[in-house]
C-alpha cells in the first residue's frame, strides 16, 4: 500500500524504534506508549485489520503471534502483559494496517473498554 504509514515504516521510508523483525513482522516501539513497554508488532505484508487475515497465510498469522512471544520474553515481561489489536472504528483503529500491541511493565486495569 503506497500511502500506509506502517507500510512506509517497514520500508525504512519513515523512521521508528525497531526492536525485532523477521522475513514476515516488524516491531517497534509505539511513538505515544500507554505503558512503559509499548511495542506494535505488525506483518509485513499490507492487510488492513484482523478483518482482512483471510487475506494472509497461517503462516503470516502465525508469524505475528510468535513475535509478540518472542519479543514479550526478551523483554522480560515477566508479570505478564497486554496484547491487543484494534479492528476498525467501533475500536478506535487509527492505522489501517494491522498490528498487534504488546504493553507491559504495569499493572493494567482490570477491566477491557
Ligand atoms: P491503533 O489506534 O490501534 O490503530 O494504534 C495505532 C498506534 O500507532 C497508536 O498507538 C499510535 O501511537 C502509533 N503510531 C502512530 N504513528 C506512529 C509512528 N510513526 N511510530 C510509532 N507508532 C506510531
Ligand atoms: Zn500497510
Redesign the pocket.
Known sequence: MDNC?FCK?VKGE?P??KVYENDEVYA?????P?APF?V?VVPKKHVASVAETGLMTDGEIAACLRAVSLIASQAKLDGGYRV???CGPD??????HL?F?ILGGRKMADRMA
Open positions: 504509514l515504516i519513515i521508528s524504534d517497534f516501539r509505539d511513538i505515544n500507554q509499548h506494535l491487543i489489536s484494534n475500536a478506535c483503529q487509527s492505522v489501517p498490528h500491541h
